[in-house]
């Protein structure tokens, strides 16, 4: 091939598989390439939680700018890391199949789930978070920062009784513990358990190389998902669900948002043929806004610009 892809990706060891992953599948196509490991903003920012920090793609930015710089081809994102605007210039070329979309509990012991009694878990994540008090709204959750292996050591060294992770993340670097509580009632984050791979709008044969990495069926379902949470956001971080999965060519959608502190939800659940899913993620979030929607997200904005 004419030229090396070069590979932008995060240093973490589960953005190293990933980015390792896009590697191996562009190698077995016959393309050279090259990984090129940076830090994110988010990656040396430990001390805050991610909502207070106020910027959107906070573990992309590094990787647009390298990309924009020429630096790398390609950058290789854990899709719900992803702004749902990309940075002009840039544009999504594939979906990889995507892994198991939900979050686990990670544990001591599950015994505080039986009695009524105080517990603390923890997590960086202001979707897992609300949740979690809306089911159980007697526990404390508190912040949890770093990548995956800092979070798990920071779970041993603290008198928590667990934290949330992504399923997907722990099984990829095989740390996920055989008796790790999958969290069946916990909507996931939009897009997660799929990576992103993006590329400059103008690089032709990088496009060309990537597209064949594309899986469709992935690709449908977190763009349904992914304009659920752009329709609602409107670029506020706000604890928003959305899972959209495909059978037998029909999409089974669910998708819902909370008050910061757990207590209000409104979800919506939908069934609707694969052919006519085109604007399923938009409709839903507009329905979700008429059902009180709006005025929970304004008051999400007002709380997030206060922290500011």
């Known amino acids: 091939?004419?030229?090396?892809?070069?590979?932008?990706?995060?240093?973490?060891?589960l953005a190293l598989w990933q980015a390792t992953t896009v590697q191996q599948k562009l190698e077995g196509l016959g393309y050279d390439t090259i990984l090129v490991p940076t830090k994110s903003i988010g990656d040396q920012?430990?001390?805050?939680?991610?909502?207070?920090?106020?910027?959107?793609g906070i573990f992309t930015k590094t990787l647009d700018v390298a990309l924009l710089k020429d630096q790398i081809d390609i950058a290789v994102h854990s899709m719900k890391d992803v702004p749902t605007q990309l940075p002009k210039g840039?544009?999504?070329?594939?979906?990889?199949?995507?892994?198991?979309?939900?979050?686990?509990?990670?544990?001591?012991?599950?015994?505080?789930?039986?009695?009524?009694?105080?517990?603390?878990?923890a997590t960086g994540s202001l979707r897992?978070?609300?949740?979690?008090l809306n089911k159980y709204p007697n526990h404390?959750?508190?912040?949890?920062?770093g990548n995956v292996n800092t979070r798990l050591l920071k779970l041993i060294e603290n008198d928590w009784q667990g934290a949330i992770f992504a399923q997907a993340g722990l099984q990829?670097?095989?740390?996920?513990?055989?008796?790790?509580l999958y969290l069946d009632w916990m909507v996931p984050a939009p897009a997660q358990g799929a990576m992103l791979v993006v590329a400059k709008e103008e690089d032709d044969f990088t496009k060309e190389a990537l597209v064949k990495l594309n899986h469709p069926s992935s690709q449908t379902a977190t763009t349904i998902e992914r304009d659920f949470l752009r329709t609602l956001e409107g670029g506020?971080?706000?604890?928003?669900g959305a899972l959209a999965q495909i059978k037998?060519?029909?999409?089974?959608?669910?998708?819902?948002?909370?008050s910061l502190d757990g207590k209000q939800k409104i979800d919506i659940k939908k069934e609707v043929r694969l052919s006519e899913a085109k604007d399923l993620g938009k409709i839903s979030a507009e329905e979700v806004l008429q059902k009180g929607g709006d005025k929970l997200m304004q008051e999400i904005r007002n709380e997030n610009s206060a922290l500011h």
């Not at 091939?1 to 060891?13: L, P």
């Not at 920012?45 to 959107?56: A, I, M, N, Q």
């Not at 892994?99 to 517990?119: E, G, I, M, R, T």
């Open 140 to 145: 404390k959750v508190v912040d949890l920062r």
């Open 45 to 56: 920012v430990l001390d805050k939680p991610l909502y207070e920090l106020g910027v959107t």
């Open 128 to 132: 897992r978070k609300a949740q979690w």
């Open 248 to 258: 037998d060519q029909t999409v089974y959608f669910e998708g819902v948002v909370f």
């Open 1 to 13: 091939m004419s030229k090396i892809i070069r590979i932008g990706t995060r240093d973490s060891e």
């Open 90 to 121: 840039i544009v999504q070329v594939a979906v990889l199949e995507r892994a198991v979309s939900h979050d686990v509990l990670v544990h001591k012991s599950l015994a505080f789930l039986n009695a009524d009694q105080p517990a603390t878990i």
């Open 172 to 180: 990829r670097i095989k740390l996920l513990p055989k008796d790790a």
């Open 236 to 240: 506020c971080t706000a604890p928003i």
